[in-house]
């Protein structure tokens, strides 16, 4: 789900960026994604108190970091296409480039 959060944000991006969405559009987008971030974070959480393992435990605490990152990275993008401000443009990018090394590695994908 993570990736398809990150994936999601993406196109939306691209849609935003290529004036396929309007700015309204990716307003109504961005939350939706944020909330079903946050709600799979939530879940995850609950799962600490299970008795995990603790190499299982290590990889629901690097989940809910993603998907921390992701809710932020939704956020983000939405201030950005709201303000059209380079500092909400920069915010955008920190997460985006902090976030997908963090699937990456977690999912194993060499970059």
Request: aromatic residues 6%.
């Amino acid at each position: 789900i993570g990736v398809m959060a990150d994936g999601y944000v993406g196109v939306t991006v691209n849609g935003e960026n290529h004036r396929i969405y309007p700015a309204e559009r990716i307003a109504e987008l961005t939350p939706e994604i944020a909330l079903m971030c946050d709600n799979c974070k939530t879940r995850l959480e609950a799962l600490r108190d299970v008795g995990l393992i603790e190499e299982d435990l290590a990889v629901v605490n690097q989940m809910i970091e993603i998907y921390g990152l992701l809710s932020r990275q939704a956020q983000a993008l939405e201030r950005f296409v709201e303000s059209n401000a380079p500092r909400d443009a920069d915010e955008f990018e920190r997460i985006r480039t902090t976030v997908w090394p963090e699937i990456a590695g977690l999912l194993g994908i060499e970059e």
